[in-house]
């Protein structure tokens, strides 16, 4: 009984970072609908609220996607977002001292050290892949091209 109790207590936890950190991946760096989908996957075990909403998320995040493959501009400008995400990412691994231009204290250049540089290059690295996913699912599908819509 205790431990389905904290395999429910892990599931909801597990859920709602996801959620939450979706929400925040809609404004910064990060597959933020893929993060709200598997959130509400996982609350869906659980609550009927989350599986009435996980269908329209999903036709969303998968709207996005397409969207995201159209054209290929849009296909460069996602590629490049990705690369200068590894390449801070690989700025704040390395840590190099403050360049001269910097006015504030030393300790305030790259805040967050090593650990925000490893998930800046994981997040790149889920962006590479999901533009992957993109391209073999979505371009050139009829979702990636609506007929209300005009290329780029």
Do not use: N
């Not at 509400?40 to 075990?45: D, R």
């Not at 650990?115 to 790149?124: F, Q, R, Y």
């Not at 993109?134 to 209300?148: N, Q």
């Amino acid at each position: 009984m205790l431990a389905k109790a904290a395999k429910r207590v892990a599931l909801e936890v597990l859920g709602w970072v996801l959620v939450v950190g979706g929400i925040a991946a809609l404004v910064l760096p990060g597959p933020g609908l893929l993060a709200i989908f598997a959130g509400l996957a996982v609350l869906s075990q659980q609550y009927e609220w989350a599986e009435r909403r996980l269908e329209p998320v999903k036709e969303r995040a998968h709207q996005a996607a397409a969207d995201g493959v159209r054209t290929w501009p849009r296909i460069l400008a996602s590629v490049l977002g990705a690369s200068g995400v590894v390449a801070c990412g690989v700025l704040w691994l390395t840590q190099p001292p403050a360049p001269e231009w910097w006015t504030l204290r030393e300790e305030w250049w790259l805040l967050g050290g090593r650990w925000t540089g490893a998930t800046l290059i994981i997040s790149g690295i889920i962006a590479f892949a999901l533009i992957v996913y993109s391209l073999r699912h979505f371009r050139g599908s009829d979702l990636a091209a609506p007929a209300d819509r005009t290329a780029d």
